[in-house]
């Protein structure tokens, strides 16, 4: 009987904890699955859906957009972007590796 119960208590601890574990690091992946970068508004290219931001060291990254890319302080969502040039804008974005994706962008109050 106890071997039973021993048995019971490891075949529980091994079912369960790698289960936790792996939802843990789902969600910690979540978390720095979204980055960010603040800086000037160089660029918008509404062809190939890009925008191009210069921080203040002058590192530019190039970002693209989507229809689900939401645009805060600008009229008129991504297109009101291109009157917005020179302007101050946080993006916040996801990297895949080969191109980052901007998923909210934020044209800050001067």
Known sequence: MKRMALISTF????????ALLA?????????????SFQGELVSVDSLSQKL???DAEGTEMEFSYTDETEVIG????????ATKSGSQVSVSYTDDGQSKTATQIQVMQQ
Request: hydrophobic fraction near 45%; charge should be negative.
């Open 11 to 18: 075949f529980l601890i091994f079912a369960f904890v790698p």
């Open 74 to 81: 600008a009229e008129e969502g991504v297109a009101g972007l």
């Open 23 to 35: 939802q843990e690091a789902g969600a910690q992946q979540q978390e720095e699955a979204t980055q």
């Open 52 to 54: 191009t931001v210069r």
